[in-house]
């Protein structure tokens, strides 16, 4: 069966079997620039584990084998890297999207100890730009009880 994005929800479900199963998280250290008045760290919610034919549908098998290594991965399954950036800007401090939330893999849902890592408690962040609909962008919106992880934001 050939995946696509459209038809990932279903393919999911293999992601379970024991030969795809994700590597546990591990930290990345914040990377931080200064471009103008903004300040961004990009921060890490944890790393996810696709098949290789969901990431780059159009190559070959051996395309996928050195994508697979540079990302990462083996056995037909690439790790994608789960970035949020965090930008501080003189009055506020902004989110771009939010990662899985722990909700679609054990090996994502860092976001909150990425930011607590970098100094900032999740009150403080004033405003979220969710840029769209993938689990990882914006499951991470909810915590404890469906309450809001970020409720001094604006969305």
Known sequence: MTLHRRSFPSGAAGLVSSA???????????????????HVTVLSDGHFALPAEIVAPDATPAEWTEIEARLGGSAGVVEAKCNIPLIQTEKDLF????????????????????????????????????THAHPDHLWGMLGAACKPRFPNATY
């Not at 607590?116 to 999740?122: L, R, V, Y």
């Open 20 to 38: 795809m199963l994700p590597r546990p998280a591990r930290s990345a250290p914040p990377h931080q620039i200064q471009h103008g008045d903004f």
């Open 95 to 130: 989110l771009v999207d939010l990662g899985g939330g722990g909700k679609f893999q054990p090996t994502e849902g860092q976001l909150k100890n990425a930011l607590s890592a970098a100094g900032h408690d999740p009150g403080a962040v004033t405003k979220v730009l969710l």
